[in-house]
């Protein structure tokens, strides 16, 4: 079984910055793909990015690319999304999910394990 506990949320200015944390208990997570979704209100769930253990491979959607960095430690099974440049559109609930064949998907679908979610506001 796997476990995934994200941390981190909160609210933030735009313009500002603001870091997440999911850790991963269960098993070993040497090729596993961590995902990032995120869902604002009143819409579908959608990809932020993903970090493969083992290759450090990153993915990102276009609308975060160059604010947002995925980065994991394999030793500590903990997978990190820095926000950065935040804008009030980034404001939804964080998930963090693994997928337990590495495949680097973008597809919601794919990934076996998520997280309970955390809130992120962006306002002025």
């Known amino acids: 079984q796997v476990q995934l506990v994200e941390s981190g949320g909160g609210s933030v200015q735009p313009g500002g910055s603001l870091t997440l944390s999911c850790l991963a208990s269960?098993?070993?997570?040497?090729?596993?793909?961590m995902g990032w979704f995120r869902q604002a209100p009143g819409q579908e769930r959608e990809f932020v990015g993903c970090?493969?253990?083992?290759?450090?491979?990153?993915k990102y959607a276009d609308s975060v690319k160059g604010r947002f960095t995925i980065s994991g430690d394999n030793a500590e099974k903990t997978v990190y999304l820095q926000m950065s440049s935040l804008k009030p559109e980034d404001t939804a609930v964080y998930y963090c999910?693994?997928?337990?064949?590495?495949?680097?998907?973008?597809?919601?679908?794919?990934?076996?394990?998520w997280g309970q979610g955390t809130q992120v506001t962006v306002s002025s």
């Open positions: 970090f493969r253990f083992g290759a450090g491979k990153t």
């Open positions: 269960g098993r070993s997570f040497s090729s596993v793909t």
């Open positions: 999910a693994a997928d337990l064949y590495g495949r680097g998907s973008l597809v919601e679908g794919d990934y076996h394990y």
